[in-house]
């Protein structure tokens, strides 16, 4: 099967078919990280740029590790250094950059859209690497790849998504993309952190943790956005973690082999206690392994194999 598609904009637009053509090729290429060596010439000659107008830590660091063990060069814009800083409209910085012809151009932005606006504009691909509020669909791919590794399949599972639906591009990624492949997705949170549009999306809408992790095979927690919301959303951080911090006791409501999932960072002792995190039944770490074989497959995908 080829891949098609010049962007990597969202998961909406893609059909299950294709998320199972990504998940192979990332768990075909995952193999390239465990090797002594862990390169292999078949990006040589590309470029893939990075532009992060908001923190990241896995993200940005994967997509680096990504590249160079496909042997492409890469470059990180570094926002907060960069002309950004004397005003230049994003519309001008991605201009210049791909004028400099990258392959690839990598996005994160604060603004919903952003990289869809880039991917109208530019000859040279657009990965989403997270949009305001929008979307995350490396996230979501790398997060089917790790249930899809720990459970052997994605249709039939019960999936639990809990905390601050509201500010999570993670969560309506994520959403969209258990309920393509077949999972059933209960998500949990305050009233005041459960958008209206969640149901539209395929999920089932609960106030209740206990209600979302009884029976689920996937729970996966989000990070309280702090930074994203104002006092309108919370009373106090004591009393979220009282009704929506994940511990122990709740492992028990869960199926017995349920997975713990995060995409980081995590509050440890706020959405998550520190037991549950670092437990048994944690993918947490997987996860992040996951990323880096998702995004080489995704750069592998775009530029690189048939294309070639
Ligand atoms: N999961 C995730 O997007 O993490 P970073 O913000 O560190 O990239």
Do not use: W
């Amino acid at each position: 099967m080829e891949f098609r598609r010049k962007d990597l904009l969202g998961i909406a637009e893609l059909d299950p078919d294709e998320i199972r053509h990504i998940l192979d090729t990332a768990a075909s290429l995952k193999e390239i990280s465990t090797r002594p060596i862990k390169k292999v010439p078949t990006l040589r000659g590309k470029t893939v740029v990075t532009v992060f107008y908001e923190p990241s830590t896995r993200t940005r660091m994967s997509f680096e590790i990504a590249a160079k063990r496909l042997s492409a060069d890469t470059l990180n814009l570094t926002v907060a250094a960069s002309s950004a800083v004397k005003g230049e409209t994003l519309s001008d910085t991605a201009h210049n950059l791909e004028a400099m012809q990258p392959d690839v151009l990598v996005i994160r932005h604060y603004a919903s859209g952003a990289p869809h606006y880039l991917a109208r504009r530019l000859k040279c691909g657009v990965i989403n690497a997270g949009d305001g509020l929008h979307a995350h669909p490396t996230q979501a791919l790398l997060d089917l790849l790790t249930v899809r590794e720990a459970k052997g399949r994605l249709d039939g599972l019960n999936v639990a998504i809990i905390g601050d639906i509201a500010h999570s591009r993670v969560a309506r990624s994520d959403i969209q993309a258990f309920t393509k492949m077949g999972s059933r997705v209960t998500v949990a949170g305050p009233a005041t952190m459960l958008p209206p549009y969640l149901e539209s999306l395929g999920a089932r809408v609960t106030c209740s943790l206990e209600e979302a992790v009884a029976g689920a095979d996937v729970i996966m927690m989000l990070r309280l956005q702090l930074e994203r919301m104002g006092q309108m959303f919370l009373s106090t951080l004591r009393e979220y973690s009282r009704f929506f911090g994940l511990g122990l006791r709740h492992l028990e409501l869960a199926q017995p082999d349920a997975i713990i999932m995060h995409p980081g960072p995590l509050n440890r002792g706020v959405e998550i206690s520190p037991e549950v995190a670092d437990g048994a039944h944690s993918v947490i770490l997987e996860q992040v392994t996951n990323g880096v074989a998702v995004r080489m497959a995704m750069l592998y995908l775009m530029i690189g194999g048939e294309k070639a």
